[in-house]
């Protein structure tokens, strides 16, 4: 018996829902589009757009919704990803990025739909939490002065 998931993150978009939703589920293996609402006669938009679709990223439920321009994502909310790898954080990094994305700092980013990620290499809060406590304030240090996080320069913070 398949129990559904109770909490699901929900996010709010203008009018490209669909298009967010192929680019989320595209960037992660175990991804897929669970179940779309599209709109009837009765709208509330064009007949046959995305009212909302549950899609599902590494295990983990969303409903992305067409809900107009009433509300904007901003920063106070972000999926943070874990990468082991320098190549997944550069691979997510280059494609949420695309089209419009932009770079912020200490591993963040807003793709070209606003919403705000976290590409954080697993090493990092092994690196934070140093024993060595100017170890890890280098690592901090060096973070903050990156945008993409660089797990090499990070690993050479710590030395």
Same mark, same amino acid.
């Given at each position: 018996?398949? *129990?559904?998931?109770?909490?699901? +993150?929900?996010? &709010?978009?203008?009018?490209?829902?669909?298009?967010?939703? #192929?680019?989320?589920?595209?960037?992660?293996?175990?991804?897929?589009?669970?179940?779309?609402? !599209? /709109?009837?006669?009765? $709208?509330?938009?064009?007949? $046959?757009?995305?009212? *909302?679709?549950? @899609?599902?990223?590494? $295990?983990?439920? @969303?409903?992305?919704?067409?809900?107009?321009?009433? @509300?904007?994502?901003?920063?106070?909310?972000?999926?943070?990803? +874990? /990468?082991?790898?320098? %190549?997944?954080?550069?691979?997510? &990094?280059?494609?949420?990025?695309? %089209? $419009?994305?932009?770079?912020?700092?200490?591993? &963040?980013?807003? %793709?070209?739909?606003?919403?705000? &990620?976290?590409?954080?290499?697993?090493?990092?809060? !092994?690196?934070?939490?140093?024993?060595?406590?100017?170890?890890?304030?280098?690592?901090?240090?060096?973070?903050?002065?990156?945008?993409?996080?660089?797990?090499? #320069?990070?690993?050479?913070?710590?030395?």
């Amino acid at each position: 018996m398949t *129990t559904a998931q109770q909490i699901k +993150t929900f996010l &709010w978009f203008d009018n490209n829902a669909e298009e967010a939703v #192929r680019l989320y589920t595209s960037l992660f293996k175990r991804s897929r589009i669970v179940e779309e609402l !599209r /709109c009837g006669d009765s $709208g509330p938009g064009p007949k $046959g757009a995305i009212l *909302t679709a549950e @899609f599902e990223l590494e $295990g983990q439920r @969303f409903v992305a919704m067409n809900g107009g321009p009433h @509300f904007k994502f901003n920063e106070a909310i972000s999926l943070a990803v +874990t /990468c082991e790898t320098q %190549d997944e954080v550069d691979e997510l &990094w280059s494609k949420l990025t695309a %089209d $419009g994305g932009s770079e912020s700092q200490c591993g &963040w980013l807003k %793709d070209r739909f606003g919403l705000s &990620w976290q590409i954080i290499p697993s090493a990092l809060p !092994r690196l934070l939490q140093h024993p060595e406590p100017a170890k890890a304030a280098r690592v901090m240090q060096a973070m903050m002065q990156m945008k993409k996080l660089d797990i090499a #320069r990070l690993e050479e913070a710590a030395r």
